[in-house]
């Protein structure tokens, strides 16, 4: 079955500053990546997700890379602002609509 | 706006009671939802597949009979935990596509006493 790998586990950056968290997976049947982020006492929330036929998507601050080939794909947070401080979850499946296996998290904070 | 609607947000039972968490797509028909496990400071762990109209698909190690899923209808699934312990005080959550994009519910608290 499908392995997400996560790193780092935290992160601190000072804000203004850019954050980068990457995975890697190991079912080379997976083309959808989502990732998400959970505040405390929350549930996920979606933030940005790219599928394998694109290499990178960005959303304002936001920016996803995939590499199908190596099976890594990034987040990118840049000018990172206090609210940005939660877990995020990189995850795959084969589409949105199969079983998503998570990552194991990352800690995020920003630093004012 | 939220798109899957999870009730209650937290629930505290006794030991040997069970409770059910109830899980709602607004606005659109969800034929799967999934739901998850999660422990404190830990990532999400899928438990089943629930399916509209027919039996839940179960992650190995998930007990199926503790953990009933019932997917009677295309916009409402239920998570009955049966006969609690603390041993399943947890994180539970749910979620369902729609629009080629998956997205979760808020999330259930159960503490069991």
């Known amino acids: 079955g499908e392995n997400v790998e996560q790193h780092p586990s935290t992160l601190s950056v000072q804000e203004g500053d850019s954050a980068v968290i990457k995975c890697t997976y190991s079912d080379s049947a997976s083309n959808y990546f989502p990732w998400y982020k959970q505040e405390l006492g929350k549930g996920p929330q979606l933030i940005i997700d790219?599928?394998?036929?694109?290499g990178e998507k960005k959303d304002q601050r936001i920016a996803v890379t995939l590499n199908k080939t190596a099976k890594h794909f990034s987040l990118h947070i840049t000018e990172t602002q206090p609210e940005d401080s939660a877990v995020y979850f990189c995850a795959a499946s084969e589409t949105s609509y199969d079983k998503v296996i998570f990552g194991p998290g990352t800690s995020l904070s920003v630093i004012p | 706006g939220a798109v899957v609607s999870q009730h209650p947000s937290r629930v505290i039972c006794k030991s040997g009671t069970s409770v059910k968490i109830e899980c709602r797509s607004l606005?659109?028909?969800?034929?799967?939802m999934f739901w998850y496990r999660q422990f404190p400071k830990k990532s999400l762990m899928l438990m089943a597949t629930?399916?509209?109209?027919?039996?839940?698909?179960?992650e190995q190690g998930v007990e199926k009979d503790k953990f009933l899923i019932n997917h009677a209808s295309l916009t409402l699934s239920t998570l009955t935990v049966t006969s609690a312990h603390p041993e399943d005080s947890s994180f539970y959550i749910c979620?369902?596509?729609?629009?080629?994009?998956?997205?979760f519910g808020s999330g259930t608290q159960l503490s069991v006493l």
């Open positions: 979620s369902a596509p729609v629009n080629e994009k998956l997205f």
């Open positions: 790219i599928r394998s036929n694109v």
């Open positions: 629930s399916n509209e109209g027919s039996k839940a698909t179960y």
């Open positions: 606005d659109f028909q969800a034929t799967t």
